[in-house]
């Protein structure tokens, strides 16, 4: 501890923080269209996500036709005890799915 | 959920996040510590669990779809994040007072005093390691900020601690940095907080607290390392209030309790540490986040027959919703409810010969809740649903303990077996209360470490008479 010409105690502190280790990475590349996409939804099963997944189905269709969807019915929920493990697996899944996009909820 | 995401934007996959108004502060900073600060969201108006059907699928065709298209098909613009300062960079000169206001604007306080992390203070602490200080326990989230044998230190320095609970801390964020954990849930909704149990020699080597008010603030040991626990998360993980900590209403932090190893000895009942796969007499913290606590006062009776009812029947109220951690709500059988007996408690039930394991049997199978109940939670109460508890049984993800038959009126167990309770011994060694805590469930599971004591231990902490 630093001391005042009057006595009185300066204190030199350091950051009491750690460092960010994760980078700051680029997002995926948008899509053109959504006509001919297939896009995922992806759920954790909280907060009536499979109602809002069908009003934003019948949306999207109105706007994009040819729109395609998988449903969260195919993954399960995103927010359980294998969180983890499932998200790991979404990119193989969605290769196997011939996915092109996702949309993810809920956070509340 | 950004995480999945976050996941999906890696490997290439667009995506448009659905975010709750409440929370769209959250989910900008929680994309910053995904590495991933532009990561788009649409906004779900209000929030749904408070809108009938209707209401939820206009507000969606009205506001959330169309952001859900702009996400999907125009790139956000990128962004970049402003440098922070090295481990070991003064950032700032002042009196008292001053270091205070500056570290509370920075929200790197919780609001108390803290004291000063000078340089000097910070060496002290790590005296009592033999860890490299750049060592990193741990990469933590939201912010996936490393957590350091330094930045503990800092974080103890400034909680109040003494030196020489360092080893502690050290096993502590080991403990809030294992997966199994999972600290990045520690900013949800039911706000709950960590539960620090503490076990072996240490307990009294250093004076923690094993007897009346336990869960008290008021003994330096209990309280200040209760305090770093609250503290790590705001400044390692990244917690903050109104930001990417979410916890409705919150809790303030426990103080940690530490059991009465002698007590146990007494009785001939492992201590929590045997429990959580260690040694007696190992030296160990165990973590485990509850949503919640009660007293049970004045368990009355001279056997365990006549004093267990009251306990079980407290320890089944105590759980209420959290029973979804069980049935399939949200997980399958995570919930670890924890009871704390006093040792006068203990060894009135040690007497009839009941060991540890006895007691969890008789909660198993006396601490229960009425099958509607257990499906209100799940279907009409709370948003979990699982159908039935019947359905889950025959799908074989509940045990048959839950669908003996269709009376709505059966008693169901609020957990999948008897070794998911914890029964811990601590607290007024002559007075006849039990203490219950509720769990939250995979959204901090009991996780135990061995404290790691320095090579000049011996020397620098005087045993206890």
Same mark, same amino acid.
């Given at each position: 501890?630093?001391?005042t010409?009057?006595?009185?105690?300066?204190?030199?502190?350091?950051?009491?923080?750690?460092?960010?280790?994760?980078?700051?990475?680029?997002?995926?590349?948008?899509?053109?269209?959504?006509?001919?996409?297939?896009?995922?939804?992806?759920?954790?099963f909280?907060?009536?996500?499979?109602?809002?997944?069908?009003?934003?189905?019948?949306?999207?269709?109105?706007?994009?036709?040819?729109?395609?969807?998988?449903?969260?019915?195919?993954?399960?929920t995103?927010?359980?005890?294998?969180?983890?493990?499932l998200?790991?697996?979404?990119?193989?899944?969605?290769?196997?799915?011939?996915?092109?996009?996702?949309?993810?909820c809920m956070a509340? | 959920?950004?995480?999945?995401s976050?996941?999906?934007?890696?490997?290439?996959?667009?995506?448009?996040?659905?975010?709750?108004?409440?929370?769209?502060?959250?989910?900008?900073?929680?994309?910053?510590?995904?590495?991933?600060?532009?990561?788009?969201?649409?906004?779900?108006?209000?929030?749904?669990?408070?809108?009938?059907?209707?209401?939820?699928?206009?507000?969606?065709?009205?506001v959330t779809?169309?952001?859900?298209?702009?996400?999907?098909?125009?790139?956000?613009?990128e962004?970049?994040?402003?440098?922070?300062?090295?481990a070991?960079?003064?950032?700032?000169?002042?009196?008292f007072?001053?270091?205070?206001?500056?570290?509370?604007?920075?929200?790197?306080?919780?609001?108390?005093?803290?004291?000063?992390?000078?340089?000097?203070?910070?060496?002290?602490?790590?005296?009592?390691?033999?860890r490299?200080?750049?060592?990193?326990?741990g990469?933590?989230?939201?912010?996936s900020?490393?957590?350091?044998?330094w930045?503990?230190?800092?974080?103890?320095?400034?909680?109040?601690?003494?030196?020489?609970?360092?080893?502690?801390?050290?096993a502590?964020i080991?403990?809030?940095?294992?997966?199994?954990?999972g600290?990045?849930?520690?900013?949800?909704?039911?706000?709950?907080?960590?539960?620090?149990?503490?076990?072996?020699?240490i307990?009294?080597?250093?004076?923690?607290?094993?007897?009346?008010?336990?869960?008290?603030?008021?003994?330096?040991?209990n309280?200040s390392?209760?305090?770093?626990?609250?503290?790590?998360?705001?400044?390692?993980?990244?917690?903050?209030p109104?930001?990417?900590?979410?916890?409705?209403?919150?809790?303030t932090f426990?103080?940690?309790?530490?059991?009465?190893?002698?007590a146990? +000895? *007494?009785?001939?009942w /492992?201590?929590?540490?045997v429990?959580?796969? $260690?040694?007696?007499? =190992?030296?160990? #913290?165990t973590? %485990?986040?509850?949503?919640?606590?009660?007293?049970?006062?004045?368990?009355?009776?001279?056997?365990?027959?006549?004093?267990?009812?009251?306990?079980?029947?407290?320890?089944?109220?105590?759980?209420?919703?959290?029973?979804?951690?069980?049935?399939?709500?949200?997980?399958?059988?995570?919930?670890?409810p924890?009871?704390?007996?006093?040792p006068?408690l203990?060894?009135?039930?040690?007497?009839?010969g009941?060991?540890?394991?006895?007691?969890?049997?008789?909660?198993?199978?006396?601490?229960?809740?009425?099958?509607?109940?257990?499906e209100?939670?799940?279907?009409?109460w709370?948003?979990?649903?699982?159908?039935?508890?019947?359905?889950?049984?025959?799908?074989?993800r509940?045990?048959?303990?839950? +669908? *003996?038959?269709?009376? /709505?009126?059966?008693?169901?167990?609020?957990? $999948?077996e008897?070794? =998911?309770?914890? #029964?811990?011994? %601590?607290?007024?060694?002559?007075?006849?209360?039990?203490?219950?805590?509720?769990?939250?469930?995979?959204?901090?599971?009991?996780?135990?470490?061995?404290?790691?004591?320095?090579?000049?231990?011996?020397?620098?902490?005087?045993?206890?008479?």
């Amino acid at each position: 501890m630093a001391k005042t010409a009057g006595g009185a105690g300066l204190y030199e502190v350091v950051w009491p923080c750690g460092e960010r280790k994760q980078k700051i990475r680029p997002l995926a590349e948008r899509l053109d269209t959504l006509n001919g996409k297939t896009v995922a939804q992806l759920w954790d099963f909280l907060f009536a996500g499979d109602e809002v997944f069908a009003a934003l189905e019948s949306k999207l269709r109105e706007r994009y036709p040819d729109v395609k969807f998988v449903s969260w019915r195919e993954f399960g929920t995103t927010h359980g005890v294998n969180e983890k493990e499932l998200l790991a697996s979404l990119p193989q899944r969605f290769k196997e799915l011939g996915v092109d996009a996702a949309i993810s909820c809920m956070a509340c | 959920m950004l995480r999945a995401s976050e996941v999906c934007e890696s490997a290439g996959y667009p995506t448009s996040s659905l975010v709750c108004e409440g929370f769209l502060g959250q989910a900008a900073a929680t994309s910053v510590g995904l590495g991933m600060p532009n990561l788009p969201v649409a906004t779900i108006v209000g929030h749904p669990g408070a809108q009938s059907s209707e209401e939820l699928r206009d507000n969606v065709l009205r506001v959330t779809a169309d952001q859900v298209i702009d996400n999907l098909l125009g790139q956000p613009a990128e962004k970049a994040l402003p440098p922070e300062p090295g481990a070991r960079e003064i950032v700032f000169r002042g009196t008292f007072e001053e270091v205070n206001a500056h570290f509370y604007e920075r929200e790197w306080s919780d609001g108390l005093p803290i004291v000063p992390p000078t340089l000097e203070k910070i060496e002290a602490f790590l005296s009592f390691t033999d860890r490299d200080p750049d060592e990193i326990l741990g990469v933590l989230l939201p912010e996936s900020r490393a957590a350091t044998v330094w930045t503990v230190a800092v974080n103890g320095v400034m909680a109040g601690c003494r030196p020489e609970y360092m080893p502690i801390l050290v096993a502590l964020i080991e403990a809030m940095a294992d997966p199994i954990y999972g600290v990045e849930h520690s900013g949800n909704t039911p706000g709950s907080d960590t539960l620090i149990i503490l076990n072996g020699p240490i307990i009294k080597e250093l004076g923690f607290n094993y007897e009346q008010g336990v869960l008290r603030d008021g003994f330096m040991p209990n309280t200040s390392v209760g305090r770093f626990w609250r503290l790590a998360l705001r400044n390692l993980a990244g917690f903050l209030p109104h930001k990417t900590d979410k916890g409705c209403f919150g809790n303030t932090f426990r103080v940690v309790l530490a059991e009465n190893e002698d007590a146990l +000895a *007494e009785i001939g009942w /492992p201590p929590n540490s045997v429990d959580m796969g $260690f040694a007696a007499g =190992d030296n160990t #913290v165990t973590i %485990s986040r509850m949503t919640g606590s009660a007293v049970l006062a004045s368990v009355t009776g001279a056997t365990p027959e006549q004093m267990l009812p009251y306990v079980a029947d407290g320890v089944a109220k105590e759980t209420g919703w959290e029973i979804v951690f069980t049935t399939g709500g949200l997980t399958f059988g995570t919930l670890r409810p924890t009871l704390v007996l006093t040792p006068i408690l203990a060894s009135t039930i040690a007497r009839a010969g009941w060991g540890k394991d006895d007691v969890k049997r008789y909660l198993f199978e006396h601490a229960r809740m009425p099958a509607w109940r257990a499906e209100a939670f799940s279907e009409t109460w709370a948003d979990f649903p699982i159908g039935s508890l019947k359905r889950q049984v025959n799908l074989g993800r509940l045990p048959p303990a839950f +669908a *003996e038959s269709d009376d /709505p009126n059966r008693m169901v167990p609020i957990v $999948f077996e008897p070794d =998911d309770f914890m #029964v811990l011994v %601590s607290g007024d060694p002559m007075r006849t209360n039990a203490h219950v805590f509720c769990h939250n469930g995979y959204l901090g599971f009991p996780v135990a470490k061995k404290i790691e004591l320095p090579r000049t231990w011996a020397e620098r902490v005087r045993k206890p008479e």
